[in-house]
């Protein structure tokens, strides 16, 4: 599946927001959609399709540029080596590298990083010189959409599902000892709630492990300036964004095919063993939880006279969940709380605080909820 339009904050996530709404530019028509907000102007909502916001192009798509991770993502890599293939074969070509015909996929895969040094030749008739640049450009022109099928498969389909089934368990198991506020429900559930939760905020492109990655790159970013000199400042600035996106796009890769390493990884298991969940939901009336276009972050600030230190999702209007440490291996406890007004416009402006440029709600104005 090729989809231009790749949206890092899920469309079925989106879908719970959706109300009857109108737009600026057409105040009298109405239709199914949510109040979109510019994070600089929270004056009145502008109703929008979920599909036209919060996407960017081929956000996830393993081009040429990129193509230097696919050593480390082998399933990718299978992907981009079968695309060489099928393009030689639907040209009639073979690829040849120091004389030697490259005659299967383990030998295009064992020279790949030298294509600029391939020649071509035609398959009929046979060992004619095919046209180089053309073939270059060609093999140069491919995108692998694995990672947009896997966040398609392993979390658009199955986030509407496993909310459903979390919130069903949660409003209907009765509290330990019938009366306190922890509910014991499935930790397998919890589980699929918290890996969720971790791909929203991996798949951001905003992601850069958590204030990590920023400074590594700018450890570099010096030396390899006075190298380059200061005409190629751009060459190195753009040398470090790609950098960034490759890292980043490793770690959705290593989260989608539950690799034992990197951040989601890390994040899972460390859940798993130390973290306990508080969902919240709001009381009738008393307003509702806005989301952003960081739809879950960690909320880390010392100054804080409260400790409100933890990852927070809204994952409806009605529900949010924090994620802080607590016991031990007692992530299926789960303690279910209500927000009044107050406590709603306090998760309200943490949400904001944490948006990068833009807020959704199903809300047209948000005065009773900031």
Same mark, same amino acid.
């Given at each position: 599946?090729?989809?231009? +339009?790749?949206?890092?904050?899920?469309?079925?996530?989106?879908?719970?927001? &959706?109300?009857?709404?109108?737009?600026?530019? $057409?105040?009298?028509?109405?239709?199914?959609?949510?109040?979109?907000?510019?994070?600089?102007?929270?004056?009145?909502?502008?109703?929008?399709?979920?599909?036209?916001?919060?996407? $960017?192009?081929?956000?996830?798509?393993?081009?040429?540029?990129?193509?230097?991770?696919?050593?480390?993502?082998?399933?990718?890599?299978?992907?981009?080596?079968?695309?060489?293939?099928?393009?030689?074969?639907? +040209?009639?070509?073979?690829?040849?590298?120091?004389?030697?015909?490259?005659?299967?996929? $383990?030998?295009?895969?064992? *020279?790949?990083?030298?294509?600029?040094?391939?020649?071509? +030749? *035609?398959?009929?008739?046979?060992?004619?010189?095919?046209? /180089?640049?053309?073939?270059?450009?060609?093999?140069?022109?491919?995108?692998?959409?694995?990672? #947009?099928?896997?966040?398609?498969?392993?979390? #658009?389909?199955?986030?509407?599902?496993?909310?459903?089934?979390?919130?069903?368990?949660?409003?209907?198991?009765?509290?330990?000892?019938?009366?306190? $506020?922890?509910? /014991?429900?499935?930790?397998?559930?919890?589980?699929?709630?918290?890996?969720?939760?971790?791909?929203?905020?991996?798949?951001?492109?905003?992601?850069?492990?958590?204030?990590?990655?920023?400074?590594?790159?700018?450890?570099?970013?010096?030396?390899?300036?006075?190298?380059?000199?200061?005409?190629?400042?751009?060459?190195? &600035?753009?040398?470090?964004?790609?950098?960034?996106?490759?890292?980043?796009?490793?770690?959705?890769?290593?989260?989608?095919?539950?690799?034992?390493?990197?951040?989601?990884?890390?994040?899972?298991?460390?859940?798993?063993?130390?973290?306990?969940?508080?969902?919240?939901?709001?009381?009738?009336?008393?307003?509702?939880?806005?989301?952003?276009? @960081?739809?879950?972050?960690? *909320?880390?600030?010392?100054?804080?006279?409260?400790?409100?230190?933890?990852?927070?999702?809204?994952?409806?209007?009605?529900?949010?969940?924090?994620?802080?440490?607590?016991?031990?291996?007692?992530?299926?406890?789960?303690?279910? /709380?209500?927000?009044?007004?107050?406590?709603? @416009?306090?998760?309200?402006?943490?949400?904001?605080? *944490?948006?990068?440029?833009?807020?959704?709600?199903?809300?047209?104005?948000?005065?009773?909820?900031?």
């Amino acid at each position: 599946m090729s989809v231009k +339009r790749q949206h890092y904050v899920p469309r079925v996530y989106l879908k719970n927001w &959706e109300t009857r709404v109108s737009s600026k530019s $057409e105040p009298g028509k109405y239709f199914q959609g949510i109040y979109y907000y510019e994070k600089d102007d929270l004056g009145t909502g502008d109703g929008k399709n979920k599909n036209s916001v919060l996407w $960017e192009s081929r956000l996830y798509n393993i081009d040429y540029e990129l193509s230097f991770i696919i050593p480390s993502c082998p399933i990718i890599e299978e992907d981009y080596i079968a695309q060489i293939d099928a393009k030689l074969t639907s +040209r009639g070509v073979d690829a040849y590298f120091n004389g030697e015909v490259l005659k299967d996929k $383990e030998s295009l895969k064992q *020279h790949f990083f030298k294509l600029d040094e391939w020649e071509f +030749r *035609h398959k009929e008739p046979p060992m004619k010189l095919a046209k /180089r640049q053309a073939t270059l450009s060609d093999i140069k022109s491919i995108h692998s959409y694995i990672l #947009e099928n896997a966040l398609d498969d392993v979390v #658009e389909k199955k986030w509407q599902p496993i909310l459903d089934d979390f919130i069903h368990q949660m409003e209907t198991t009765v509290p330990l000892n019938g009366i306190d $506020e922890i509910r /014991r429900i499935d930790e397998s559930l919890v589980v699929d709630i918290i890996k969720m939760v971790i791909f929203l905020m991996c798949r951001n492109p905003d992601f850069d492990y958590l204030g990590i990655l920023p400074k590594i790159l700018n450890i570099f970013q010096k030396p390899l300036k006075d190298i380059t000199g200061t005409k190629n400042t751009v060459d190195v &600035e753009d040398f470090l964004q790609i950098q960034q996106n490759a890292a980043w796009l490793r770690e959705l890769y290593n989260g989608l095919f539950e690799v034992p390493k990197g951040y989601f990884y890390t994040m899972k298991t460390t859940a798993q063993s130390t973290f306990q969940m508080i969902l919240f939901k709001t009381w009738e009336n008393q307003g509702s939880f806005i989301t952003s276009d @960081k739809p879950a972050f960690l *909320h880390d600030l010392l100054v804080e006279a409260t400790n409100n230190n933890a990852i927070y999702c809204p994952l409806t209007p009605d529900y949010l969940v924090m994620i802080t440490k607590g016991e031990k291996h007692s992530l299926r406890d789960v303690n279910f /709380r209500m927000a009044n007004n107050d406590l709603i @416009k306090k998760f309200n402006r943490m949400i904001l605080s *944490h948006a990068n440029k833009a807020i959704v709600s199903d809300y047209k104005h948000l005065g009773y909820l900031l």
